[in-house]
């Protein structure tokens, strides 16, 4: 009966088999001849981060708790153009496990889309709940690559990153594009938007880059073959004194970047979550790769 059928919703307690489940029906989503550079993972991580990215540490308001991204406002926010496709895409997993949260969904798609791409593990939990539009923040928390390290250190000191975890963070730059109907910016960052690696640290250092003559936004581009593209909050990661420490230790030393990438994503998918609410320890999901026979 209805009756039944709803009680066996209520106590359907998932575990990390379910989680599983979940991460390899994602990973099956990933590939897509018809988008970008063939792959939904970069988006993924980019909704991944803006779910979470809103995050205030002094009012422990923000985070992606309630996945109040799915409300207007916010979804109509300028920084989320373009991450309805993520979100849409998503819909087609969550109708298949509708006992997950969407904020669980929206940061298991990051760590899944990471691991695929061949990053580094990502330790992950379940526990966030589904909020309501009141439960969103205010526009203009998340970082505008128009400007320089002061503002990239009043946006993440306000989550409660250090300079070491902000080169860190930005390194998931290595993956996916710009899109000049989106944020307006256009292009690339590496040659292999795909693949998880150090590349963004290799290049900011070993090219020669300028300011691209455009009538967009200012952007850099690679002098060499001017395919490539930084933002303007990307180069100050090698023209700031502290910031740049980091930026040359993760280009020559990709090991190191993916230990501190691995810790500081946990980190910023869980910022704001109670710890009452976490259902377990960090789980370590399997790529699809490693579950082959
Ligand atoms: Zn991004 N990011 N980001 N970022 N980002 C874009 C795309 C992607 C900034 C930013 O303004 C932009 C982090 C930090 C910062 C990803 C992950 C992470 C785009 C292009 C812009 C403009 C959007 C478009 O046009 O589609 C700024 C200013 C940042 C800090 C200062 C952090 C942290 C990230 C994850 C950990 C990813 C994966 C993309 C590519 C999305 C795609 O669709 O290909």
């Known amino acids: ?76 926010h300028g920084a989320n153009a373009g991450l309805d496709t993520a979100r849409t895409k998503l819909e087609e997993v969550k109708k298949l496990f509708p006992w997950i949260s969407y904020g669980d969904l929206w940061t298991l798609g990051g760590v899944c889309a990471i691991q695929e791409a061949s990053g580094p593990k990502i330790p992950w939990r379940p526990g966030r709940i589904d909020g309501f539009a009141k439960d969103a923040t205010p526009d203009g928390r998340l970082p505008d690559a128009a400007q320089g390290a002061d503002h ?16 860190a963070l930005i390194g998931a730059h290595a993956l996916g594009r710009c899109h000049p109907n989106r944020s307006g910016f256009d292009g690339p960052w590496t040659f292999s938007p795909t693949t998880f690696s150090n590349a963004f640290y290799e290049l900011l250092w070993n090219e020669k880059w300028t300011w691209k003559k455009w009538s967009g936004p200012k952007q850099l581009e690679d002098k060499k073959t001017k395919t490539l593209m930084m933002l303007p909050t990307d180069y100050v990661l090698v023209t700031d004194r502290s910031f740049k420490q980091y930026t040359k230790k993760y280009a020559q030393d990709e090991q190191a970047f993916f230990k501190d990438f691995s810790a500081v994503f946990n980190k910023l998918l869980e910022l704001g979550v109670p710890s009452q609410q976490w259902a377990s320890e960090p789980y370590e999901l399997k790529t699809l790769e490693e579950q082959k026979a």
Request: aromatic letters at 14%; glycine letters at 8%.
């Open 1 to 76: 009966s209805a009756a039944q059928a709803v009680k066996a919703k209520t106590n359907f307690v998932p575990t990390k088999e379910d989680y599983q489940k979940v991460y390899n029906k994602i990973a099956e989503t990933l590939e897509a001849d018809d988008y970008d550079d063939g792959s939904y993972g970069p988006v993924y991580v980019r909704l991944a981060w803006h779910a979470s990215g809103t995050y205030d540490k002094e009012t422990g308001t923000g985070g992606s708790n309630y996945a109040t991204m799915r409300f207007e406002p916010e979804s109509l």
């Open 152 to 167: 990239v250190r009043n946006i993440f000191y306000r989550m409660g990153f250090n300079d070491q975890e902000i080169v």
